[in-house]
């Protein structure tokens, strides 16, 4: 089964930056997304990547701030943060799917493993 972990989050003031990271245990490799869930809000798909890295997907609040990779040799995900916003302030999650369905989906019934989340706090 393919377990995943993230780790990277803490707390930041507006503007800084931050790089979340999520180990990947699994056999092969897999698109992947970060996905991200504030205090009573609904979760919301932040960025996405094809299974081998080469092409990315934003939502429009994230464009031109974060940047998504990978690196399946070392199987982690990364999600770099600049320009941190309040409004950025969340649970963050990695996902994975599984499925070999289609790439890039911001929507979280695309990924069918989730990893346990790592707090991002943003303060103004």
């Known amino acids: 089964q393919v377990q995943l972990m993230e780790s990277g989050g803490g707390s930041v003031q507006a503007g800084g ?8 245990s699994g056999y092969r490799d897999y698109a992947m997304a970060w996905f991200r869930q504030a205090a009573g809000k609904e979760r919301e798909g932040v960025a996405s990547i094809s299974t081998s890295g080469g092409s990315t997907a934003y939502a429009a609040s994230v464009k ?3 940047t998504i990779s990978k690196d399946n040799a070392k199987k982690t995900l990364y999600l ?8 950025d302030t969340a649970m963050y999650y990695c996902a994975a799917d599984a499925t070999n369905g289609p790439s890039l989906s911001l929507q979280g019934h695309s990924y069918n493993y989730w990893g346990q989340g790592t707090q991002v706090t943003v303060s103004s």
């Not at 930056?17 to 990947?24: I, T, Y």
Request: with cysteine; glycine share 6%.
């Open 80 to 87: 770099q943060m600049y320009n941190l916003k309040p409004d």
């Open 64 to 66: 031109g701030r974060f």
């Open 17 to 24: 930056s931050l790089r979340l990271l999520c180990s990947v």
